[in-house]
């Protein structure tokens, strides 16, 4: 018997258990699949009539409470016509009154005063009234509007007897909430009348309305509480049929799939299986022939490769499925390796020389490229750092000429302020590179509302010099994310700037914020000098820019976008840059995972401008302490300045401060050591510190936790935070007192 007929045979031996098995396992999963299906029918009904109560137990609620009002007590029906005005949903939903009569006394869709029809709702409330119980009414139609409708009925508590208050639902309010259940498009969803007429129907909606349902889902639906028919619908379509009811109306909530959408995923998949089944069948059968045929070829190599070893040239190494044959080929191949032995030895050396050469040609290339680009950006860093320096220098000597230039003074203040702003831009990117690089960027995120953040910026950049000449336009939607306010308005600061290096002036910058697939997307366009092709995959690489537009000289050092980049990996998120090329604008787009709208919280946020604050604070630097201590005083807080590490406890201990603020960085004793001697001692232990320095690492912040610090602020740092973090801290130390106490 040949080696391919064997093959066969066992496969077929294997196979035949596993099919007959398989063909039981898949009814079982038909039968399952089509169970699934329907009670995923009898869910939707039942989700669907808890919709239907869930709005007349709201109206209900709101019913019983204006039954209670002291102006129908007092007869002032015209008070009590705005009372029941302000529970209107309209145009669907409105407020009415009966009288014990069943005579409309008033009725909010019209204006007060206007005339009613006569008593049309008598039945409704001779039953509220007798019962002391809500009504809930069939589908009517209106006598006021003439539209078809349904009532909510509640009798009044104040002068009891005399009164009905109710609501009417339009059956456009039905359709809108009680048919807004997520079902596949060929499902029918039908809210029916204990009459068995339709108030809702999600197909044919105003054909249908007010007419009656199937008969025979009528009786099904009156002879048990909730079930399951099969019938043909009225459109006669063959359909499985899952019914509920109401319990607070009593109406009937059906939901019908076509028996084709039921059955037809489980026939499709036996069809796949049994299709599956079948070319594992012909795959086996063909494996065996082809693995038949390689074991046939591997035998023939092999003698081959014998006659070739004995003719004394190296016989081809080849690889087979089955293990002994590959040992054989193997066995042949290491005989001719012995012959070829000092061959190959001499090739291996001739390939080692050329990739020595060519390592070394590379690492020179890429020498020489570093330092070309170490030189541009120094140039870059050098021009960058001339320009706001330059400036600062020419209004501090314009401030101390004084004389005629001292009514520009605050000019020149402003030119001081905005380029200090700009110098610790540059610093603080310059750093935000190099922890990036590390690894060492930390984010302190909350659930912030993107939309905020692009607005705040767009606003920002507009008021700037650097914004002024250009059509800054923002179109944006509320969206979520989970992250770090000061990065993400890095993030949006760094985009736009860009897009306004690179544009001409007058030229417009597009922002666009949208939810899209669970994340927040941010979209940056503008018209100016777009990128080049082979510039696109390297835009976000650090010290890679294009070349600056023809109005300016410079465009920055280059770190922007790699700043970008990273930050935006660091939130979950991706960004990418798209240009048709030099000349034709840009698109930056980066989006982040989106998170559901958190809560309000009851909480109020510090105020920064609170009075009646005392703070002590510690700054070595004369001039940086002078500023800061003439800012909070002028935002209301007494401040005490000390200018030595070994003063500080003692400031602290005989001012009793609210709060104390302290540097690192100094000379005799440093804030670290300063910060632990006051926690040791019971005097001051209490007092909240926040530590200002200019070190901001990651250990650096660990290690001012250590010490003692309640906050890590890093210089230079903005009024407003600095004010909000004092004020945090001083309401945090004062509910650890507050629940200490308790």
Request: net charge negative.
């Amino acid at each position: 018997m040949r080696i391919r007929t064997l093959l066969v045979l066992m496969a077929a031996a294997i196979l035949l258990p596993v099919v007959l098995a398989a063909a039981i396992a898949l009814d079982q999963i038909r039968e399952g699949e089509r169970a699934a299906a329907l009670r995923g029918l009898r869910e939707t009904a039942r989700a669907t009539s808890l919709i239907v109560d869930r709005e007349v137990q709201g109206s209900l609620s709101a019913l019983k409470a204006l039954g209670h009002s002291p102006s129908l007590q007092q007869g002032d029906l015209k008070s009590f016509y705005a009372e029941a005005a302000a529970l209107n949903q309209l145009p669907d939903v409105w407020t009415f009154l009966l009288d014990d009569k069943g005579a409309q006394v008033l009725n909010t869709i019209v204006p007060f005063g206007t005339a009613l029809p006569a008593p049309a709702a008598a039945e409704r409330a001779a039953r509220a009234l007798s019962s002391g119980k809500p009504v809930v009414s069939n589908l009517l139609v209106g006598p006021v509007t003439g539209k078809l409708l349904t009532t909510v009925n509640v009798p009044a508590a104040v002068r009891p007897g005399q009164f009905v208050v109710g609501q009417n639902f339009s059956v456009d309010h039905w359709k809108r909430t009680a048919l807004r259940e997520q079902v596949p498009s060929d499902w029918i969803v039908a809210v029916i009348d204990q009459q068995g007429r339709f108030i809702a129907r999600s197909h044919v909606t105003d054909e249908y309305l007010g007419k009656a349902a199937r008969p025979e889902l009528v009786a099904a639906a009156a002879a048990a509480p909730d079930g399951l028919i099969r019938h043909s619908t009225l459109e006669n379509i063959d359909s499985y049929d899952a019914f509920a009811h109401s319990s607070l109306t009593g109406w009937t909530i059906a939901v019908a799939a076509p028996v084709d959408s039921i059955e037809e995923p489980s026939r499709r998949a036996m069809q796949v299986a049994m299709l599956g089944l079948a070319a594992a069948l012909g795959a086996a059968l063909l494996a065996a022939g082809l693995l038949g045929h390689r074991l046939i070829r591997a035998i023939e190599r092999a003698g081959k490769a014998a006659v070739a070893l004995g003719q004394g040239r190296k016989p081809q190494a080849e690889r087979s499925h089955i293990a002994e044959v590959s040992q054989l080929h193997q066995s042949l191949a290491d005989a001719g390796t012995l012959l070829d032995a000092e061959r190959q030895s001499r090739l291996a050396a001739e390939a080692e020389r050329e990739r020595l050469l060519r390592n070394e040609t590379a690492a020179r290339e890429a020498a020489q490229a570093q330092n070309e680009a170490k030189d541009q950006f120094l140039a870059m860093l050098g021009h960058e750092l001339r320009n706001p320096l330059a400036a600062i220098s020419g209004a501090v000597t314009l401030l101390e000429r004084g004389g005629a230039d001292q009514a520009r003074a605050p000019h020149y203040l402003e030119i001081v302020r905005r380029q200090n702003l700009h110098l610790g831009h540059i610093v603080d990117d310059l750093l935000d590179v190099s922890r990036l690089m590390a690894g060492k960027i930390m984010l302190e995120k909350t659930p912030l509302d993107m939309a905020d953040s692009v607005t705040h910026c767009v606003e920002s950049l507009r008021a700037s010099e650097q914004g002024r000449g250009y059509r800054i336009v923002a179109h944006v939607e509320t969206c979520w994310v989970d992250g770090d306010p000061v990065r993400i308005e890095q993030i949006l600061n760094n985009l736009i700037t860009n897009a306004l290096k690179f544009s001409l002036p007058g030229g417009q910058i597009r922002v666009d914020l949208r939810p899209e697939s669970g994340h927040a997307v941010v979209t940056v366009r503008d018209e100016g000098a777009g990128i080049a092709a082979d510039l696109l995959d390297r835009v976000f690489e650090p010290f890679v820019q294009g070349p600056p537009p023809s109005n300016r000289a410079q465009s920055g050092l280059g770190i922007g976008l790699a700043l970008v980049r990273q930050l935006v990996l660091l939130h979950g998120g991706q960004v990418q840059a798209a240009s048709a090329g030099p000349g034709r604008g840009s698109t930056f787009r980066f989006w982040l995972p989106a998170i559901e709208s958190p809560t309000e919280s009851a909480l109020d946020s510090a105020d920064p401008h609170r009075t009646g604050r005392r703070l002590v604070y510690v700054e070595d630097n004369a001039d940086a302490r002078m500023t800061m201590a003439e800012l909070l005083r002028a935002l209301g807080y007494e401040v005490f300045e000390v200018a030595q590490g070994k003063r500080a406890h003692a400031a602290v201990l005989e001012h009793q401060p609210d709060a104390a603020v302290m540097d690192i960085g100094l000379p005799d004793m440093d804030g670290y050591e300063v910060a632990r001697r006051l926690r040791q001692d019971p005097g001051t232990r209490h007092v909240p510190l926040i530590a200002l320095t200019g070190y901001g690492q990651l250990r650096d912040k660990e290690q001012a936790a250590l010490a003692g610090f309640d906050a890590h602020l890093i210089k230079p740092v903005a009024p407003d935070a600095l004010i909000a973090a004092i004020e945090a801290v001083v309401a945090g130390a004062a509910q650890a007192q507050g629940s200490a106490a308790s």
